[in-house]
């Protein structure tokens, strides 16, 4: 770091400078000029402070870190990041933080040099590699790193659930997970299992949409890889329609189309149906859906059970409407006309 060649008050001005100029991308981070960037900072020492001021002060360098993260790779950042380092030992002691702001950018030369003032060690001792050769980290050693220690997984998870997660690390757990997904071999079981409940928390986040959409693509790429549990593709299915944006629920459709074609369910629930009952607009997605994926086994079982539906409930016009829509919308063969016939001649004998 240039700062090393620097006094104490010389690097906390460099310091405050780039927060200015980052402050221009993000006013927000005013507030970390009280926080960490005071005068008394150069001569912060964590030995000397109590337990609760180093929370208060771990606390600010984390959400400082996360919040420059989008900016790693512009000279104010390093600034700051030069600051940090020289005034509060962050490569020591917040290497965690420290790297959560770094990772999304894990194949530039700017990442290497930030990981040889490291000393690796735990989950982060694949990157003694990185030290020492001095080569960027591609995304298909990170991803081998993910499915070979889950806590390298788990910690991207981790990046993209966190509070006000910007998407740069939104978009690094979508790179992983997908290349990690479709790296040849079989996936360890511990993968589904940190991608799962990211993936649910994901997929309700209808008021994040970039945090949804990257949970459509992670699930419709473990969906063709991963065996999962009938009872975590009914709740998936049950989901995805409820939290759909009503304005282009498309995304979700293609999901559940996904899920049916690699998982194969029975059937949809009644909570499911609902769902996809009150997207209005339904018929005309699966049809423009049918040009750029395979949704047979979700259409079939969603005509299956509307046709349910019809017989067991007052809805039946209305449902059988909505079941001529669809039919009318997707391409010829889509529909399993022997089955569907079936199922109507078994509701009406039911019925009689």
């Not at 402050?23 to 964590?46: C, I, N, T, W």
């Not at 700051?80 to 380092?85: A, D, G, Q, S």
């Not at 590699?129 to 998870?157: E, H, I, M, R």
């Not at 079981?189 to 008021?207: C, D, G, M, N, Y």
């Amino acid at each position: 770091s240039e700062a090393a060649d620097l006094d104490a008050e010389a690097v906390h001005s460099i310091g405050l400078s780039g927060l200015g100029e980052l402050e221009r991308h993000d006013p927000a981070l005013h507030k970390f000029e009280k926080l960490l960037f005071s005068r008394s900072a150069s001569s912060f020492r964590r030995e000397s402070q109590s337990v609760e001021v180093l929370k208060v002060v771990d606390q600010s360098i984390k959400a400082l870190l996360q919040a420059i993260s989008p900016y790693f790779l512009l000279r104010p950042a390093h600034k700051v990041l030069e600051f940090l380092i020289r005034s509060y030992a962050v490569h020591e002691h917040n290497v965690d933080d420290l790297l959560a702001c770094a990772l999304p950018f894990h194949a530039t030369p700017q990442f290497v040099r930030l990981v040889h003032l490291l000393t690796p060690a735990g989950r982060w001792l694949f990157l003694a590699g990185v030290k020492k050769t001095g080569s960027p980290l591609s995304k298909q050693v990170l991803a081998a790193c993910s499915s070979s220690d889950p806590a390298v997984l788990q910690f991207t998870c981790a990046m993209a659930r966190a509070p006000a997660a910007p998407r740069v690390a939104i978009a690094l757990w979508v790179s992983n997970a997908v290349e990690l997904l479709q790296a040849p071999g079989a996936i360890s079981e511990a993968t589904p299992q940190a991608l799962l409940p990211v993936i649910l928390e994901a997929v309700r986040s209808s008021k994040t949409p970039d945090f949804q959409a990257a949970g459509y693509m992670v699930l419709s790429a473990m969906a063709s890889k991963a065996a999962l549990s009938p009872a975590s593709v009914t709740t998936l299915l049950e989901l995805l329609p409820r939290y759909a944006a009503r304005e282009n629920p498309a995304p979700a459709v293609l999901a559940c189309a996904a899920l049916c074609h690699y998982q194969h369910p029975e059937e949809l629930s009644e909570a499911a149906l609902d769902a996809l009952l009150r997207l209005k607009t339904l018929p005309e997605v699966l049809g423009a859906a049918a040009a750029e994926a395979d949704v047979r086994g979700f259409v079939n079982l969603f005509l299956h059970g509307l046709v349910r539906r019809a017989t067991l409930t007052r809805e039946g016009a209305d449902v059988m409407g909505v079941l001529k829509k669809v039919m009318a919308a997707v391409p010829d063969g889509t529909v399993e006309v022997a089955a569907l016939a079936g199922a109507i001649t078994d509701a009406c004998e039911d019925l009689s």
